[in-house]
């Protein structure tokens, strides 16, 4: 039998006994370990966007506008002498007859201009204008340029003649039948155009001219009148009944007055 002999260096002895010598030993405390803890923001999560349906736009029924009202144009009137109205049926250019169109029939009578067709006569002075015989033409009459609701123009054609010029150039007018009534009453006259002072003009006749014949009245019988509008003198017959002279003569002029 083979002893093996294990030498023990010793210090190592020594060590072992003043350990137990000592009694046991503590054993080194751990130090603990630091735990690093790393915080890692968290990535924001993109939020997703819901788009929500357009809605479809509601269509609205247009309301109705009510057109603006426009007030109509006042009918405008014929003013002369003593006549206001609209559509008269004889339009005297004398007083005396020479230039007088009746029968007027009216095509229109607007806002703006009438137009009308009639009949006059022209006298013939053979072998006077006195008594030379008398042709009817055909007249033609436009009035024109409303102003202060009234026309101040006219213009009358007949036989290729223009008379044309102020609505003062008419002596007088007058309505007839079959022609509308005027929109502003003629003055009432006791029988033809007031003419004032007592003087009433017949339908052929002026007040200028029936002025004349009642200015130069004398008596029962014949008188002379000069028409302004020709110059001329004209032979009026006259008679008296009840304090009331009555007048005729010229080309188809009458006049009452007052005696």
């Known amino acids: 039998m083979n002893i093996k002999l294990v030498a023990i260096p010793a210090i190592a002895l020594a060590a072992g006994i003043g350990l137990a010598a000592c009694g046991s030993v503590k054993a080194p405390v751990a130090k603990p370990a630091v735990t690093v803890t790393h915080t890692v923001a968290a990535k924001p999560v993109p939020a997703k966007t819901t788009h929500s349906a357009k809605p479809k736009p509601v269509q609205a029924t247009p309301r109705a506008v009510a057109a603006p009202s426009v007030a109509a144009a006042p009918t405008p009137v014929l003013n002369v002498r003593n006549y206001s109205g609209i559509k008269p049926g004889v339009i005297a250019f004398s007083g005396d007859g020479g230039y007088v169109i009746t029968g007027i029939v009216w095509s229109s009578w607007g ?86 002072d007592g003087v009433y003009a017949g339908p052929n006749t002026s007040c200028s001219f029936a002025a004349n014949v009642a200015q130069n009245y004398t008596g029962p019988g014949a008188d002379y009148a000069s028409s302004p509008v020709t110059g001329q003198d004209y032979t009026m017959n006259c008679t008296e009944s009840s304090g009331t002279v009555t007048c005729t003569g010229g080309n188809n002029a009458s006049v009452q007055f007052s005696g």
């Not at 436009?142 to 036989?159: A, H, P």
């Open 111 to 196: 806002p703006t201009e009438a137009d009308g067709t009639g009949t006059s006569d022209i006298q013939g002075c053979v072998p006077d204008c006195a008594t030379g015989s008398e042709t009817p033409y055909t007249d033609t009459i436009v009035l024109s340029d409303v102003q202060g609701g009234q026309f101040t123009q006219v213009s009358s054609t007949r036989d290729g003649t223009v008379t044309a010029g102020s609505t003062s150039l008419i002596e007088g007018a007058e309505q007839s039948t079959g022609n509308s009534s005027s929109s502003v009453p003629a003055p009432a006259a006791l029988s033809g155009t007031d003419c004032g």
